[in-house]
């Protein structure tokens, strides 16, 4: 296949590119940069397997020659307003690659008779109240709360998707994608990995914002790639739940990072940084990826973070 991947040139943009290729697809990678890193796709550089577009989804899109199958991945992903390269402070451009990007897209694979994949979130559970989330689960988001640019693009992005299924036909996927870890994500990017690696390399206490008793649930980018591609080679329309269903509090999520980092620093609650509609749980129910996709995560929590440890030192930026 020939496969546009939006957001190419971010964490899981890149890792896909890489995935894509080495099945023996052609890949043409899309992005404008807004969040992501050139360096993410330097290897590919030469590779006449992959071709690089730097455009803005949220504009009308050109692609050169026939497509097969688009997966779009560009949205900025990070809810940490501290960082310039999260969505509270890109809120318009969050929006717009989640409305129009989609559109966009959509249009791509349309006009092309290719499938289509969206990377949906989570984030369309906002902060539950139903434990673990199956895809049944409508969701609990505030239309008007901090995360709502991001939320409501993804809720939009996922109708629109259903909407070109049901009303034109198109092959389309949903994948809601728990919180996910690994290499290549941004340093700066205010994401709880990056960040409690960063300052646990730095010899820096961790920062748990609120009391750390809020719960996630950390999939390894190999295991979620994999999950991924096998939806892509599915016949499956309706959405699919990729994560790691090991939940964990925040709070012991850092001490795990301190104790695999050697941190003697400790940590530093930051009471004032709780942020109203940070989600309180969150675990998926992988039930459908299990009996539909034959996936599960293999990768554990300490294996996966040493990996990414391994990487962010690599990043030459620990003092
Ligand atoms: P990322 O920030 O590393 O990558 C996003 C990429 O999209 C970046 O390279 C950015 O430059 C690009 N981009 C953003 N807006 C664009 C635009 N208008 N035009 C072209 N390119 C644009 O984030 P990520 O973690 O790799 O997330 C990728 C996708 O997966 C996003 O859609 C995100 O919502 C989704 N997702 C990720 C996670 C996770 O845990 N990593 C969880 C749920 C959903
Ligand atoms: N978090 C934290 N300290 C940090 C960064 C994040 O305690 O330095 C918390 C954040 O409040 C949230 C969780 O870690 O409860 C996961 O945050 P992340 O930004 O990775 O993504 P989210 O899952 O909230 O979208």
Redesign the pocket.
């Known amino acids: 296949m020939r496969v546009l991947i939006t957001g190419a040139a971010g964490f899981l943009g890149s890792h896909l590119c890489d995935r894509l290729i080495a099945e023996g697809h052609d890949v043409v990678g899309m992005d404008n940069f807004v969040t992501g890193n050139p360096e993410n796709l330097a290897h590919l550089a030469g590779n006449q397997h992959f071709e690089f577009i730097r455009h803005d989804v949220s504009e009308y899109i050109f692609v050169p020659g026939k497509v097969d199958a688009v997966m779009h991945f560009a949205s900025p992903a990070?809810?940490?307003p501290e960082s310039p390269y999260s969505y509270p402070n890109l809120p318009i451009q969050t929006m717009k690659a989640g409305a129009l990007g989609t559109h966009n897209t959509l249009g791509v694979a349309k006009a092309n008779q290719a499938r289509f994949l969206l990377a949906s979130t989570s984030?369309i559970y906002g902060d539950p109240t139903v434990h673990p989330q199956s895809e049944s689960y409508w969701g609990h988001a505030d239309p008007v709360g901090f995360r709502s640019v991001y939320d409501e693009a993804k809720r939009f992005a996922e109708a629109l998707t259903m909407a070109y299924h049901r009303f034109h036909g198109l092959d389309t996927r949903i994948v809601r994608i728990f919180?996910t870890y690994g290499p290549r994500m941004r340093l700066d990017d205010?994401?709880?990995?990056p960040?409690?690696v960063k300052q646990a390399l730095q010899k820096q206490p961790l920062?748990?914002?609120?009391d750390?008793l809020?719960t996630?649930s950390f999939c390894y980018v190999e295991d979620l790639i994999e999950g991924i591609y096998r939806l892509l080679m599915s016949d499956e329309h309706m959405p699919v739940n990729i994560g790691n269903p090991a939940e964990i509090s925040?709070l012991e999520f850092a001490k795990e990072i301190n104790r695999l980092t050697d941190n003697p620093a400790g940590l530093e609650f930051h009471k004032d940084q709780r942020l109203g509609d940070?989600?309180q749980r969150?675990q998926p129910d992988i039930t459908r990826a299990k009996s539909i996709l034959k996936w599960q995560p293999s990768i554990d929590l300490a294996t996966g973070l040493e990996r990414t440890i391994q990487y962010f030192k690599g990043q030459n930026f620990a003092k």
């Open positions: 990070s809810p940490n984030e919180n205010g994401r709880v990995v960040n409690f920062t748990i914002y609120g750390g809020q996630r925040i940070d989600p969150r």
